[in-house]
């Protein structure tokens, strides 16, 4: 036996984790916060492009970009492995719901941050990294599932630490988007645990059943 793996075996997990569910929905994004950090790294001007700037009409697309781009390689360094891992204790909670529900937390998370943050770029994947925070106590919180509780115990004590990040500091750091992430992720799964919106089109993708 080859205890050796191939470059065929390697190509083959790569090709697996790029295309096969669930892997390729963290595998691509942190592709991504990658290439967001070269960017940066290449070229701070376009780097702050792709920011959220509060209340300024370029500010708005970096609700869309700004989770990607990372001022340097300790931001990055500092922000890719939880949200593999967070990341991967949402998908695991329901593969069909992942997308949907990261999606509405950038949204909610960015918005709020554009309406609200303080003017200066603000760019990372923290604020979606406490929104996966906030959506997995959120869950333990309002099902009292055993599972969900595990999970969120858990969480805390890797974890938990995390939540001195919302605290107001001047130190270069997006607070403001630490708080608005775990508000976006405690607030989705507190709407959809509401009784009166178990007919509304989100819980399709997000019940908690």
């Given at each position: 036996?080859?205890?050796?793996?191939?470059?065929?075996d390697?190509?083959?997990?790569l090709?697996?984790?790029f295309?096969?569910?669930?892997?390729c929905?963290l595998?691509w994004?942190?592709?991504?916060?990658?290439?967001g950090?070269c960017?940066?790294?290449?070229?701070?001007a376009a780097?702050?492009?792709l920011?959220?700037t509060p209340r300024?009409?370029?500010g708005l697309?970096?609700?869309?970009t700004?989770p990607?781009?990372?001022?340097n390689w300790a931001h990055?360094?500092a922000?890719l492995?939880?949200?593999?891992?967070?990341?991967w204790l949402?998908?695991?909670?329901?593969?069909s719901q992942?997308l949907?529900?990261?999606?509405?937390?950038?949204?909610?998370?960015?918005i709020?941050l554009w309406?609200?943050?303080?003017k200066?770029?603000?760019v990372?994947?923290?604020g979606v990294?406490?929104?996966f925070?906030?959506?997995?106590?959120?869950l333990?919180?309002f099902?009292?599932?055993?599972?969900d509780?595990l999970?969120?115990t858990?969480?805390l004590i890797?974890y938990?630490s995390?939540l001195?990040g919302?605290?107001p500091v001047?130190?270069?750091t997006?607070?403001?988007?630490?708080?608005?992430?775990l508000?976006?992720?405690?607030?989705l799964?507190?709407?959809l645990s509401?009784?009166w919106?178990t007919?509304?089109?989100?819980?399709?993708?997000?019940?908690l059943q």
């Amino acid at each position: 036996m080859n205890a050796v793996c191939s470059m065929d075996d390697v190509l083959g997990i790569l090709a697996r984790l790029f295309s096969d569910r669930p892997y390729c929905l963290l595998a691509w994004p942190a592709v991504a916060m990658i290439l967001g950090w070269c960017v940066m790294a290449l070229s701070p001007a376009a780097g702050a492009a792709l920011a959220i700037t509060p209340r300024t009409p370029r500010g708005l697309i970096g609700i869309t970009t700004a989770p990607f781009v990372h001022a340097n390689w300790a931001h990055l360094a500092a922000n890719l492995p939880p949200f593999l891992i967070l990341g991967w204790l949402v998908l695991a909670r329901k593969e069909s719901q992942f997308l949907t529900t990261v999606l509405i937390i950038a949204a909610v998370q960015g918005i709020l941050l554009w309406l609200f943050g303080r003017k200066a770029a603000h760019v990372g994947m923290s604020g979606v990294i406490f929104g996966f925070l906030g959506w997995l106590l959120g869950l333990a919180w309002f099902t009292k599932a055993t599972a969900d509780l595990l999970v969120a115990t858990g969480v805390l004590i890797f974890y938990g630490s995390m939540l001195v990040g919302v605290a107001p500091v001047r130190n270069g750091t997006s607070w403001e988007g630490h708080l608005f992430g775990l508000i976006a992720g405690f607030g989705l799964a507190w709407y959809l645990s509401l009784p009166w919106i178990t007919t509304h089109f989100l819980v399709r993708f997000l019940s908690l059943q």
